[in-house]
Each structure stands twice: as structure tokens, then as C-alpha cells.
């Protein structure tokens, strides 16, 4: 019998074999949360927390506070009386000081069951909403609770923890815990808010330890400083008006006219909102209709101009928040100008601290070295064929699209991405299984990216920088396309440049270089690029590469941008040549804006300003853009002339018809008396002339207008007698009532 005086015996936690209790302790173990935190036994409710060297742990509640005792290697274990598991705090006490936390271990996963499935199934088009770093918010009978919940994939980690500003970069009482097959690691960690610098610590396969950047990181520390940053989304938008055009049109079958820019060297030392204030009004004035922004994603080295990334899901720190970049965008909007952004996605750097290795062994790379690592950039390739890579790559499509409004990415880099022996001699590289050079996994990846971006964001545009002569780049993957929108013509920049580098008196000789577009201009659905590239690695300026004189080069300029203007497809111009920058590009410096005192320099801005404003206004130089029925030629052999001359039309939104006739010289004289054919006799304005004087030409042409005779020629009905300029070029439109 028991003496009913006898103290019933206290119930005993939940047991937890003593390993576990040390892998706990240590932040090796799986699944800390199985072991930490609330446990409900037969009689009772054992808590245990890690507080290594505390000298005293309680655990606090509504009902009381309940001594823990120290169990082993610093793991602290109280047992509470009812199975009702209740709101509590932990009271850590070292020496005469004694504080009172929240424990992460009492709290429920972040993610749920479909989060944890699409990911593994590779179809989380919102990846950013749930891995990465997010503020959480929850409430309970003692009180409220801010924190964040950090979530990453690493499935062949042994552990992960959190490490940070918020725990002295220590993380053995911040261990993650491993959601299953998903390969996730979640933990909710009370009292970090924005601002705080925190990395993954991966337990690799051999038990080491590297400490990762969050490869879903909204915010990064300034370079070269690595630590992912928590933040959130602050910015009230003010661009409803755009948002909502946007959605209902069609980008391709309108105007554009693409300035392309490096942030940091535009004007040295603007942030993004210090370009807001200066660059929207500049762009505006120039008549641009987009911006397209070099990589803004996260990088260590400036000077790979973005292209060799490490935050995929972070604008640059270098220039401001995440706020920031949404603020320049709004103003973009707001004053009627699209954003382009490039995007990355073939490759990133090896960086040890980033993607690279990231669980310890080849995950977002492919573990193939003849086809995971690229043998002239020195980068990682990405493993397309690899479900939660292919969706981390296609939701960082759509979140440039939809958290930052961006309204087109233009992919880089596509030609290497699609063939497996792009940079390659034999022997390295294998083929596909079907004996092919064709990248299968990447062509799908490419495919479910644009077809994506497509469908949940209206009236956005993706753009492929393809060098090559792939077939269907820009064609609807239900057709077996790859689904872009807009493909660079990279064969237009390369003849055009090629033959405007001859001496005018050679040119005749290759003229069907100037030609030679025409014949698959409507193949693909092109973008006519003089981009950075053309600029940098000794190439020079575009000016520099303009045979003559200071005046003939600007000449040269004014004659290649009417050409680029008229010919069918959209049109992008790097920064700087807008105004004949003379110096090549460096991303180490601003631009050379003091050039513009000089009055050829301000005609040749005043051409490009006048040439959008045409552009823009005039139907027949986009609307038919893609098509045999928005071009004719009216005389394209007249090499030994150097003149180009052609027929551009369309129909503008408002049902009207539209029609300009080009008529280009690339000789270094003028052509007087020279006779063009026109569709039908009558007035005709001349709506530019690239030798006007007010661009710093020499003033030849027809007065600003015309009339045509009913004088067959050119195999049209009508024509007229012409003032041709030297290195220029004039458009004709009808005179209007």
C-alpha cells in the first residue's frame, strides 16, 4: 500500500535518446522540432530549449513559471502539469541577468503540404512568397509576435541553421527543420525584423560546415559584403493607369524604341532614386518609348556590368533598396516609359559563399561537367532538366514581372543555352539522347518560361539574345517555338556595321550587306540592336567606327540611326550613342556628357529626339513591323549609288492608314536630281532630312517639300526628282489635309 501522505512522483518528460539530445544541441540533428519545443506526454507537457551556458532556463506561461532543468549538452527540459500544450516564453538567466525570449521551436511550419509539393514538382510559380526570409505575424495570450520565417532547399544537407546579426552569427540554437522528400528547411525565428544580415550554415555530407547566401534573398549587403538581408515590400505604387494598359495590349505590335543602359555609368554615383529624379525626364525628352536596364540583380563584381549573378531575387545593393528600384520603375510609369530588364539564367559564377555547391554537392549546376560548367566564362551552368531549378529559374521570371512591374526581361546569353557544343571542341561535349547537339532540358526550360511570364502577366515581353540561326525563337511553343516575343537581330548589327566601316567610295561593293536583312527580316520577329556590346573590348564607339572626319562621323551617326529607325523591327540604342559619345564605353566612368557643348553632338540628340517623335507617331514604321506588308522596296540596287530607298506602311490603332518613304545615302557626296518612285503623284512633306542643319549637317535637301509627278519609275506610277544629302537620309510622308 501507499501512505496517502506520499507525494505522488513528478512526471517524467518525454523521453529523447541521449545522441539526439547532443546532435540537438549542436544544430546537427533533422528535425530539431521533434525534439525542441512543446511535446504532449501520457500525464504532462515537456518543453526542452538549448541554452549552453545558461545558469538558469524557466519556462514562463499565463498559469505560472516552471523551472527547467539542465539535461544535457546544454539542452534545458521542464515538464508541465496538463496536456494542453500553452502560450510560453523561456527566462534565460546568465549570471545576474536574466532575459525572457520567445522559442522558435513552438511554432507550426510556414510552409504547408502544396507549398512543399509544387516546389518538388517544380511548378511554384510564387517560390519567392515561401522560401527565403518573411516577415511573420502572430498572435496569442501573451502578446503578439514579429519575426521571420526562413525557409531554403538544400535536400542533401545532414543540417542547416540559421546564422545571423540576431544570434552573433552563431546558430547552434537556430536549427532548421527538414520538411521530408521536399528537400525544404523551414524556422520561424521570433524578433528579427528587417534590416537583419543572416546566411544558411550547411552541414554538408562530411560534416563540414559553409555558410550560403540565400539563394531566394530579396535584399543583399553592398558588395563585396555577402550576407542576404530580410526586408519587405514598403513602396505604394503609383502606376495603376500604366498597369492596367499594359494588361490589355499587345507589345509586339506596337512602338519601340529601346534605350539601353548601365546604372552604374549613365551618370556615376545616382542611385535609383537619383536616376528617377534625372534619367525619366532625359529618356522622356529622347522619345524613348523603354529603358532596358542591364543585369540589376545581385552581383559581387561590378565588373561583370550583372551579367555573372549571385542574388537572382535582389536588386543590386549598390544603388539602393528594393524599394528603391520599385520607385524608379513607378516613375518610369508614371511618365509613359516601359522597363526592360536582362535576365540571366544561363549561368552563374562559382563563388563559394552563393549558388555554387550550395548543399555540398553540384544542385542548381549540372552535375555534369560537360555540361554543368562553361569553359569560357568560367561559370556554372544551371541543371534545366532539374525540376526545383527550372522553377526557381521561371518564378524569378515572373517575380521581376509582378513584384517589381517590370514589363520585359530580355534573356542573355539564349544561343548558349540551347546547344550542347556552344564554346565546345569535341570530345567535350555528348549528345542528346536522340544524337543531337540540341540542349533538350534547356529548350523546355526556355519554353516554360516565356509561355509562363505570358500568361500571368498581360502585356509584358520576352526578349532572346539568340546569335544564331535557330528556327522558331520567336515562335509559339504550341508550334514547337521557343516562345519569345522578340529575338535580337544580331545578323543586321553585324552586316550593317560591317559595311558602314568601308569608305563610302567602297561601299558599292557591298551592298548587299546593306540588303541581305531584308531577305529574312520578317523569319523571326527581330529587335535591331546597337547595344553594349558593340561598344567596349576595343571595338570602340559607334562614332569611332564611322570612317572621315569629325563631321562625316556624325554624319555617318545620323544616316545609320534614320536607316535603324526605318527598318522594319523594333530598335535599341546603348546609352551614350544617342549623342555620339566618342569615347568606347567604360563601366568605370559616367558618360561623357561634357561632349554635348560641342553643337554636332546637340543636332545628333535633337535627330534621335525628332526620330522618335516620328517613330511614335507614325503607325507605318511598327504596326507591320513583323510582315512583307509593312516594307516594299522601291529601289534596293542601286549600290553603285550607295542609296537605299523603300516603302514603309501600316495602320495605327485608330483604323488609319499610314505611309512613309525612306530614302537612305551612304555616299560621301550629295545626289542631285535624283529620282525616286513613288506610289502616286502629289504632295509629299519631307518629314526628315539627317542633313538639316539644325542636326550640324550641311543643309541639302528639298525644303521640306515636294510634289510628285505621274512619271512611272521604280516600276511605281508616280515620281520624283530629289536633293539627296551626303551620309544621310530623308523620309517622305504624303501631305495631309
Not at 544558411?200 to 563540414?208: H, Q
Not at 498581360?458 to 539568340?466: D, H, L, Q, R, S
Not at 525616286?676 to 550640324?696: C, H, K, M, Q, R
Amino acid at each position: 500500500m501507499t501512505d496517502a501522505s506520499t507525494p505522488a512522483p513528478s512526471p517524467a518528460p518525454v523521453h529523447v535518446d541521449p545522441w539526439v539530445l547532443a546532435d540537438v544541441a549542436y544544430a546537427r540533428y533533422h528535425n530539431p522540432h521533434e525534439v525542441l519545443g512543446a511535446h504532449v506526454g501520457p500525464d504532462s507537457v515537456t518543453i526542452r530549449t538549448v541554452r549552453h551556458l545558461a545558469d538558469a532556463v524557466a519556462v514562463v506561461t499565463t498559469a505560472g513559471t516552471f523551472p527547467a532543468e539542465h539535461e544535457q549538452d546544454g539542452v534545458w527540459t521542464a515538464v508541465l502539469p496538463g496536456t494542453e500544450v500553452p502560450d510560453y516564453r523561456i527566462a534565460v538567466t546568465y549570471g545576474e541577468e536574466t532575459t525572457t525570449v520567445d522559442d522558435p521551436y513552438r511554432f507550426l511550419p510556414t510552409l504547408g503540404e502544396m507549398d512543399t509539393y509544387l516546389i518538388s514538382e517544380g511548378r511554384h510559380e510564387e517560390l519567392w512568397e515561401v522560401l527565403g526570409a518573411h516577415l511573420k505575424h502572430f498572435s496569442g495570450p501573451m502578446g503578439e509576435v514579429e519575426g521571420t520565417a526562413f525557409a531554403v532547399w538544400a535536400p542533401n544537407a545532414r543540417a542547416v541553421r540559421v546564422v545571423g546579426d540576431f544570434n552573433y552569427w552563431d546558430g547552434t540554437a537556430s536549427a532548421m527543420r527538414s520538411l521530408g522528400a521536399s528537400g525544404v528547411w523551414e524556422l520561424f525565428l521570433p524578433g528579427v525584423g528587417v534590416g537583419a544580415r543572416y546566411k544558411f550554415e550547411i552541414c554538408n555530407a562530411d560534416g563540414s560546415w559553409h555558410q550560403k547566401a540565400d539563394p531566394l534573398a530579396r535584399a543583399t549587403e553592398v558588395p563585396p559584403a555577402t550576407a542576404s538581408v530580410v526586408t519587405d515590400r514598403f513602396h505604394q505604387w503609383g502606376d495603376a493607369e500604366w498597369m492596367e494598359a499594359r494588361a490589355q495590349k499587345d507589345p509586339h505590335s506596337g512602338p519601340m524604341s529601346i534605350y539601353e543602359l548601365h546604372i552604374g555609368s549613365w551618370r556615376q554615383g545616382l542611385g535609383y532614386r537619383g536616376l528617377a529624379d534625372e534619367l525619366v525626364p532625359y529618356v522622356k525628352e529622347a522619345g524613348f518609348t523603354h529603358v532596358e536596364f542591364m543585369p540589376v540583380a545581385e552581383h559581387p563584381f561590378g565588373g561583370s556590368w550583372g551579367y555573372q549573378v549571385t542574388g537572382y531575387y535582389a536588386p543590386t545593393a549598390r544603388f539602393g533598396t528594393p524599394d528603391d528600384f520599385r520607385y524608379l520603375v513607378d516613375q518610369l510609369h508614371q511618365a509613359g516609359i516601359g522597363v526592360i530588364l536582362d535576365w540571366v539564367p544561363a549561368h552563374f559564377p562559382k563563388d563559394e559563399w552563393a549558388l555554387a555547391r550550395f548543399d555540398g554537392t553540384p544542385l542548381y549546376e549540372d552535375p555534369d561537367p560537360q555540361r554543368g560548367e562553361h569553359p569560357d566564362w568560367g561559370t556554372y551552368i544551371f541543371n534545366f532538366g532539374r525540376n526545383e531549378v527550372r522553377n526557381f529559374l521561371v518564378a524569378n521570371a515572373l517575380y521581376w514581372l509582378s513584384e517589381f512591374h517590370v514589363d520585359g526581361l530580355r534573356v542573355d546569353a539564349v544561343a548558349s543555352m540551347l546547344y550542347l557544343d556552344y564554346s565546345r571542341q569535341d570530345g567535350q561535349w555528348h549528345p542528346n539522347q536522340y544524337g543531337g547537339r540540341e540542349n533538350l532540358e534547356a529548350i523546355s526550360f526556355l519554353q516554360e518560361a516565356t509561355a509562363t511570364a505570358y500568361r500571368k502577366n498581360p502585356g509584358t515581353v520576352m526578349i532572346a539574345e539568340e546569335s544564331t540561326a535557330w528556327p522558331g525563337v520567336t515562335a509559339p511553343t504550341e508550334y514547337g517555338g521557343l516562345g519569345f516575343g522578340l529575338k535580337w537581330n544580331m545578323g543586321w548589327m553585324n552586316d550593317t556595321l560591317r559595311y558602314l566601316a568601308e569608305e563610302p567610295i567602297n561601299r558599292r561593293y557591298h551592298h548587299g550587306e546593306l540588303t541581305f536583312s531584308l531577305v529574312y527580316a520578317f523569319s523571326e520577329q527581330f529587335i535591331l540592336p546597337l547595344s553594349h556590346d558593340e561598344v567596349v573590348h576595343g571595338k570602340g564607339s559607334l562614332l569611332s567606327k564611322m570612317p572621315g572626319d569629325a563631321w562625316q562621323e556624325l554624319a555617318g551617326l545620323r544616316a545609320l540611326y534614320a536607316y535603324q529607325w526605318s527598318h522594319p523591327g523594333k530598335q535599341l540604342l546603348f546609352m551614350g550613342q544617342e549623342f555620339g559619345q566618342g569615347a568606347e564605353w567604360n563601366s568605370d566612368s559616367s558618360l561623357d556628357w561634357w561632349i554635348l557643348d560641342d553643337p554636332g553632338h546637340q543636332g545628333l540628340l535633337r535627330l534621335v529626339q525628332d526620330l522618335n517623335r516620328l517613330y511614335t507617331s507614325s503607325p507605318a514604321l511598327w504596326a507591320d513591323d513583323f510582315s512583307h506588308r509593312g516594307f516594299e522596296w522601291i529601289e534596293a540596287g542601286d549600290g553603285d549609288h550607295n542609296v537605299l530607298s523603300y516603302l514603309r506602311k501600316g495602320t495605327g490603332p485608330d483604323g488609319r492608314s499610314d505611309l512613309i518613304v525612306a530614302i537612305v545615302n551612304f555616299a560621301g557626296t550629295p545626289h542631285e536630281g535624283y529620282r525616286v518612285g513613288l506610289p502616286f503623284a502629289g504632295g509629299w512633306d519631307e518629314v526628315i532630312n539627317t542633313d538639316s542643319e539644325v542636326y550640324g549637317g550641311s543643309g541639302v535637301g528639298n525644303l521640306g517639300h515636294v510634289e510628285a509627278e505621274e512619271l512611272p519609275w521604280n516600276g511605281r506610277p508616280a515620281s520624283v526628282r530629289l536633293r539627296i544629302p551626303p551620309m544621310g537620309a530623308i523620309f517622305l510622308r504624303p501631305t495631309r489635309d
